[in-house]
T-cell receptor, first 115, second 111 residues
Framework: NAGVTQTPKFQVLKTGQSMTLQCAQDMNHNSMYWYRQDPGMGLRLIYYSASEGTTDKGEVPNGYNVSRLNKREFSLRLESAAPSQTSVYFC??????????????FGPGTRLTVL | AQSVTQLGSHVSVSEGALVLLRCNYSSSVPPYLFWYVQYPNQGLQLLLKYTTGATLVKGINGFEAEFKKSETSFHLTKPSAHMSDAAEYFCAVSEDFKTIFGAGTRLFVKA
């Protein structure tokens, strides 16, 4: 039982390049989330998927797109990376999203640097 | 709109001393409240949560938090700090599918 896995762990991009961050969970959770973490700002929600087949914008969606490929997988795509997207990205999942009792399980993160 | 305020971005205590990390929230509905811990280069993991019922919530590693509705607070405490408690702690409030995190408090433990 691996929980939430993310790939890659580290990535360096040049401005304008694109990439996709991958996330998978093996806990049969309905809801999945993408956050970015920046110093002094906590975690900010980029996009979330309440259930398979649905996605919604969070607090900071600009410059990102997501795909809920199936119940297990939720990917985050940067179409044209910018230095402001340098951050640590976390994927999370929850089995009780929608009830408010929204305990989340986090992956280990992807450290992205955009030059 | 929900929000979370953590007082103090850095807290330093001596080993064996009381740990107190402060969290205040705002929510238009009865809140679900969480504390998460993040060790260096890792993701967040749940310490404890308040949903309904008893207002004093016990979590892992000897931590506990008390929900005080009148003060809109959910402060995290531990009677005796250990070196292994050094980490960043996040308070969070949840509604529907969204969780709002505080900015975090980094705890330093001195020998």
């Amino acid at each position: 039982n691996a929980g939430v896995t993310q790939t890659p762990k580290f990535q360096v991009l040049k401005t304008g390049q694109s990439m996709t961050l991958q996330c998978a969970q093996d806990m049969n959770h309905n809801s999945m989330y993408w956050y970015r973490q920046d110093p002094g700002m906590g975690l900010r929600l980029i996009y979330y998927s309440a259930s398979e087949g649905t996605t919604d914008k969070g607090e900071v969606p600009n410059g990102y797109n997501v795909s809920r490929l199936n119940k297990r997988e939720f990917s985050l795509r940067l179409e044209s990376a910018a230095p402001s997207q340098t951050s640590v990205y976390f994927c999370a999942s929850s089995g009780q999203g929608g009830t408010g009792n929204n305990e989340q399980f986090f992956g280990p993160g992807t450290r992205l640097t955009v030059l | 709109a929900q929000s979370v305020t953590q007082l103090g971005s850095h807290v330093s205590v001596s080993e064996g001393a009381l740990v107190l990390l402060r969290c205040n929230y705002s929510s238009s509905v009865p809140p679900y409240l969480f504390w998460y811990v993040q060790y260096p280069n890792q993701g967040l993991q749940l310490l404890l949560k308040y949903t309904t019922g008893a207002t004093l919530v016990k979590g892992i590693n000897g931590f506990e938090a008390e929900f005080k509705k009148s003060e809109t607070s959910f402060h995290l405490t531990k009677p005796s700090a250990h070196m292994s408690d050094a980490a960043e702690y996040f308070c969070a409030v949840s509604e529907d599918f969204k969780t709002i995190f505080g900015a975090g408090t980094r705890l330093f433990v001195k020998a």
